[in-house]
């Protein structure tokens, strides 16, 4: 089965107004007719202009976090109705930086995921082994607990997308070679097959990230259990997104 990739810039703390919005318009300009389906993921602040800026383009507009609540007592907090009312589709969910910063764990992971899905949103959830993990051999069973916690019930391959992000490969320059990031990837979709059924697993989109570059895109892209990009540092210049997005095709 053929999955469109998805290729998803992930901003973090980075942007401010005029040159947020100016990233914005260049991959707008430069992703129409993209081979694949384009996410920008920018800081909360930008995510009403950026929609402004995306508006009659086919690309889509994330989140990098929401809170699992509708609304209340959440100081500094963003629920999943926030972000669909600003015109978000998406949210990224569990970024191994969050839950480093923020000592998030699976369960509350998959309680935003869950209360993302209720809003209507797709959450791409984050899971990933540190180097300490990998180097012990762990990678696998590592990134099969997160799955198990993070993952909630009500995950489907249309509302959720899954992103393998080896801590160690993020901003390092570094990376697993493309086989070793597909050999993760077919073990993410067959660990989930359990959940979501053929049809299922088979439509799930699994991306990577993790140093992802115009470089190495294409060689990452061409494995056939790897659906697309999560990008950080490359996200941040549309000359270099936009390569990743071209090296994807269906
Ligand atoms: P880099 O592409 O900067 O390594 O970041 C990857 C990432 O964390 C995307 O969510």
Not at 49 to 68: E, N, R, Y
Not at 87 to 97: A, F, N, P, T
């Amino acid at each position: 089965m053929s999955r469109r990739p998805l290729i998803a810039g992930n901003w973090k703390m980075n942007g401010l107004l005029s040159d947020g919005t100016a990233l914005a318009q260049a991959v707008a300009q430069g992703g129409k007719d993209a081979p694949c389906d384009i996410l920008i993921c920018p800081p909360v602040t930008l995510l009403g202009a950026v929609k402004s800026v995306l508006s009659g383009s086919a690309i889509q507009l994330g989140a990098q976090d929401c809170h699992w609540q509708e609304k209340g007592a959440h100081t500094g907090d963003i629920s999943p109705q926030m972000l669909v009312d600003v015109g978000c589709s998406h949210v990224i969910l569990g970024h191994s930086e969050r839950r480093a910063d923020h000592g998030e764990t699976d369960s509350q992971v998959a309680q935003k995921a869950s209360a993302a899905h209720q809003a209507g949103l797709i959450a791409v959830i984050c899971v990933g082994e540190t180097e300490a993990q990998r180097d012990a051999g762990d990678t696998m069973s590592v990134i099969s607990a997160q799955l198990d916690g993070s993952v909630p019930q009500s995950a489907t391959s249309e509302n959720t997308v899954i992103a393998y992000e080896p801590v160690w490969a993020i901003g390092t320059g570094r990376t697993p070679t493309a086989q070793e990031a597909n050999q993760v990837h077919a073990h993410i979709r067959a660990h989930l097959h359990g959940r979501l059924g053929d049809a299922g697993t088979a439509a799930l989109r699994i991306l990577y990230g993790g140093s992802m570059k115009p470089g190495n895109a294409a060689d990452l892209l061409a494995q056939p259990d790897i659906d697309g990009g999560l990008i950080g540092g490359a996200a941040l210049k549309a000359e270099d997104f936009l390569s990743i997005v071209a090296a994807a095709k269906a």
